[in-house]
């Protein structure tokens, strides 16, 4: 039916997708279907890393997930490895900030609800 727009049980907007993909002009019609996948894939991608990344920190009892906690996590899994670049650039601009009396980690997350999360998850079974 004409209107009836379907609803997709993802955290990342398909649409919002559907316009960064039609930006370039190499890519042309897109199937419905299409950014709705790529939204669960995006999902999936950042919950692996972020899980992954969560181990190394709790390894090193803290509460705040660091920019150098992510950068061990890249270098350390080789599923990761496209974003060994990036993770340079974060460490030079954070060090440079650091040098003009800025916060040196720019992107710090609080963990502590994550932490109890996880902690729960893993007694359910």
């Not at 993909?21 to 419905?32: N, S, Y």
């Amino acid at each position: 039916m004409p209107g009836n727009k379907r609803r997709f049980n993802v955290r990342f907007p398909p649409s919002r997708i559907k316009k960064i993909m039609q930006k370039d002009t190499e890519v042309g019609r897109i199937a419905m279907a299409v950014p709705v996948i790529i939204s669960r894939a995006l999902e999936m991608f950042l919950k692996s890393l972020l899980t992954k990344t969560c181990v190394i920190t709790q390894s090193k009892l803290s509460t705040v997930m660091s920019v150098a906690h992510m950068k061990q996590c890249i270098e350390s899994e080789k599923l990761f490895y496209f974003l060994k670049e990036l993770t340079e650039r974060a460490t030079t601009t954070a060090a440079q900030r650091d040098n003009r009396g800025m916060r040196p980690n720019n992107m710090t997350f609080l963990l502590k609800k994550p932490l109890m999360w996880m902690k729960r998850s893993r007694h359910r079974g």
